[in-house]
């Protein structure tokens, strides 16, 4: 019960009478029995005694406590573990791990008693699955970018204390329906947002299955229902139709001595929910999709072979799909999944998914990467160790902020993959979307670093294009070439952007020192000393907030040192003979926006206060928007769904202020509108004669590329508010050829 543990949930039932009493002793006795067993293959003589220890240790610990259901609470921990010990396969030190993990958060015991009765390492492993249980299941609010990143440090730190913290919540969502509404929901949501892809991603399939049912089970109740008991009602038929289907191969295979177990399930309940919602279909579509399972037992030096004859048997008896055929056994998914897939037509006329593995990739595929510990010898343990240090890399970069950070970390953990190739044949796996740079960064950073193209089916091709699966790619490079900050926009990987903003900001930080040098140079023609100069004059003067900048800008040549003399004697007196009419201070600004009103409006005390209209996203009025006050350029005013609002929120919270428009003058504002359409002659007349007649719209920029017959305009324009700015594209979007019409940022 790690949720809602509240002392309350676990207050002693005192009307428990002797007998009960002794049942549940006997009960929780049996139950630690059958853990045992189930720990047996690999438990060695120390490894039986230590298990034995912790379970007293956890009992002694959680005496007298009750889940809320009235179970003793022991019950708990001895599920996580036995969890832990048959679904996961883990060893010793994950299940002495899972029978203590509530003990030092819930009970008397502290990590030093832990750590002097079992070691360091479990100590370790303690204290992280407290400390996610502190911030994740005692939070009031949903999961917070920060935590995410807390709980993935301690992920990073030692695997085995996420993965207690699976079988923990799995547990839990197997028995909550012993909780309140509210907790359910949270939980339940949690649980599809956080769990069931880790669960994925490690390659715990058959956890993933049930997690994501669980959840749908607490989150649309009536729907799970319905498909339980139409998937109950519509059994007897499909259970006929998988002994139909397989009859003819379990003929064969016997016919030609294989070793093998054929199982067929119908799809998970959340699977087919998903379909029914994804294509707009009933129940009855999508119900009789399922999978049959072809399991074979080989000997390891077989398996490959195995299973093409086995598909050649399929096949054999049924026509496949071609574009359907999966061959994960060449080249593993990176969770760890091997199989090999194919559909093909069934006798009525259905197709039906036939997955054909060995009993190692079966279990692989159940379990996950515990899996591939028991098969040591031909284990694949590099992609998680791989996925392990991507993260790691992520963590390591203490810029980062936490929200481009859970970004770039639920990118890569939900995004399909690609697998392209080096020159040499070397196998890549990458994120959907990835770019020639990134595989750049993903063979090295250095590689990356001075990519200045890449031949891709030795094609040349941008650093900006887009892979695909099997293409195979070659880099090319230059050892001028460095990092830029715009190759942010087209990297997904969270490698390639972090080792892109760390160079961005180490080659400001050269040429800021050059700005400081030339800096420095001319104080020195000018016979001043640099201690006797006041920064802060100059800063102010150049309107720049740090030094650095300062330098920077200097270097870059966009601040000219000629009048370096007027701004090292721009002193508060001549700063106010300056100001004089130019409006007022930001503190004051500040002070006014923050003290009365409770928003600034725009467009009334438009001569009092400095502010700007932000060409990131060019607010007109109507939109919704905020202000953001800088450091020289008076409030600046964002639209709130502006691509730098969320960065700006939560990185500069304080420096937000609440804005809104009033209606009264008839302003004009700059908007950008993009339109595609077909290029006929005359269509960008009629476009021009609609925007500055008809409507009489002042236009500040036109540019129209056509090519193939298409053409894909950008319109600058000045309107006076999101209405008249909607009518304008309504006008546009009637007019003969246009296909689209839509209002950009900038
Ligand atoms: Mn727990």
Redesign the pocket.
């Given at each position: 019960?790690?949720n809602g543990k509240a002392i309350s949930d676990k207050q002693v039932l005192s009307s428990k009478n002797t007998v009960e009493l002794e049942q549940e002793k006997q009960e929780i006795l049996k139950r630690y029995r059958v853990l045992l067993k189930s720990c047996k293959p690999n438990l060695e003589k120390d490894d039986k005694k230590l298990i034995r220890i912790a379970f007293n240790t956890a009992l002694e610990a959680h005496q007298g406590m009750r889940r809320r259901n009235g179970e003793p609470y022991i019950f708990?921990?001895l599920a996580?573990a036995q969890i832990v010990a048959e679904e996961m396969s883990l060893g010793t030190t994950s299940v002495v791990g899972a029978l203590l993990?509530?003990t030092v958060e819930d009970t008397n015991i502290t990590l030093e008693d832990i750590e002097s009765r079992f070691g360091k390492t479990i100590a370790r492993i303690i204290d992280g699955l407290t400390k996610i249980?502190g911030v994740f299941d005692h939070g009031s609010t949903s999961i917070q970018a920060e935590n995410f990143r807390k709980m993935l440090l301690t992920l990073s730190d030692d695997v085995r204390v996420i993965l207690i913290k699976l079988a923990?919540r799995l547990?839990?969502m197997r028995t909550l329906h012993f909780m309140p509404r509210d907790k359910q929901l949270k939980i339940a949501s949690e649980t599809s947002f956080l769990y069931a892809p880790l669960a994925h991603r490690l390659g715990f399939y058959a956890i993933k299955t049930e997690l994501d049912d669980l959840a749908l089970k607490y989150t649309e109740p009536e729907i799970y229902e319905d498909i339980v008991n139409k998937l109950q009602a519509t059994k007897k038929e499909r259970d006929k139709f998988i002994q139909d289907f397989t009859k003819p191969l379990i003929d064969e295979f016997r016919k030609q001595g294989i070793k093998f177990e054929i199982k067929g399930r119908p799809k998970s309940i959340h699977s087919i929910w998903n379909k029914m919602k994804r294509q707009h279909v009933p129940f009855e579509e999508v119900y009789d999709l399922f999978a049959i399972r072809i399991i074979l037992d080989t000997a390891p030096e077989n398996e490959k072979s195995e299973c093409w004859r086995a598909y050649s048997i399929v096949t054999d008896f049924f026509v496949p799909n071609p574009d359907r055929l999966r061959d994960w056994i060449s080249t593993p998914k990176a969770n760890g999944y091997e199989s090999l897939h194919t559909t093909v037509m069934s006798d009525t006329g259905k197709w039906v998914e036939v997955q054909i593995r060995t009993r190692r990739m079966d279990e692989i595929a159940e379990k996950g990467y515990a899996a591939h510990w028991k098969y040591k010898e031909s284990s694949n343990e590099s992609a998680l160790d791989e996925w392990l240090n991507r993260i790691r890399e992520l963590l390591e970069n203490p810029d980062s902020n936490a929200l481009d950070f859970i970004d770039d970390f639920k990118l890569n953990l939900f995004a399909e993959e690609i697998f392209v190739f080096t020159p040499k044949g070397e196998l890549k796996t990458l994120p959907a979307g990835s770019t020639a740079l990134d595989f750049a960064f993903d063979i090295h950073s250095d590689i990356g670093s001075h990519c200045i193209g890449a031949k891709v089916n030795h094609k040349l091709v941008p650093i900006s294009h887009q892979l695909s699966s099997g293409d195979q790619v070659e880099i090319i490079t230059s050892a001028k070439q460095y990092p830029k900050e715009d190759w942010l926009a087209f990297v997904v990987t969270a490698k390639a952007k972090a080792k892109i903003k760390a160079a961005v900001k180490e080659h400001r930080r050269k040429v800021s020192d050059e700005g400081k040098e030339i800096f420095n140079r001319k104080l020195r023609q000018m016979k001043t000393a640099e201690s006797a100069v006041n920064m802060n004059n100059i800063l102010l003067y150049y309107k720049v907030n740090s030094n650095a900048e300062l330098f920077y800008r200097i270097a870059m040549g966009v601040i000219d040192l000629a009048d370096l003399n007027k701004a090292i004697n721009y002193d508060s007196k001549s700063r106010k003979a300056h100001q004089k009419g130019e409006g007022i201070s930001l503190e004051e600004i500040v002070k006014q926006v923050r003290g009365n009103a409770d928003a600034l409006v725009i467009g009334e005390n438009l001569e009092k206060i400095d502010y700007k209209l932000s060409p990131c996203c060019n607010p007109i009025p109507g939109d919704d928007v905020f202000g953001f006050i800088t450091i020289n350029e008076g409030i600046k005013i964002h639209r709130t769904n502006c691509p730098n609002a969320i960065q700006l929120m939560s990185n500069y919270a304080y420096r937000i202020v609440k804005a809104k428009w009033t209606g009264a003058k008839q302003i004009s504002f700059l908007a950008g509108i993009r339109l595609t359409g077909a290029d006929d002659v005359g269509v960008v007349s009629n476009i021009t004669k609609v925007i500055s007649s008809e409507l009489k719209v002042n236009m500040r920029s036109i540019s129209i590329d056509s090519h193939d017959g298409l053409f894909d305009g950008t319109i600058m324009l000045f309107v006076h508010d999101t209405k008249h700015l909607n009518t304008l594209i309504k006008k546009l979007s009637q007019l003969k050829g246009i296909m689209s019409v839509s209002r950009i940022d900038n």
């Open positions: 019960m790690a708990h921990p996580v993990h509530d249980s923990d547990h839990n």
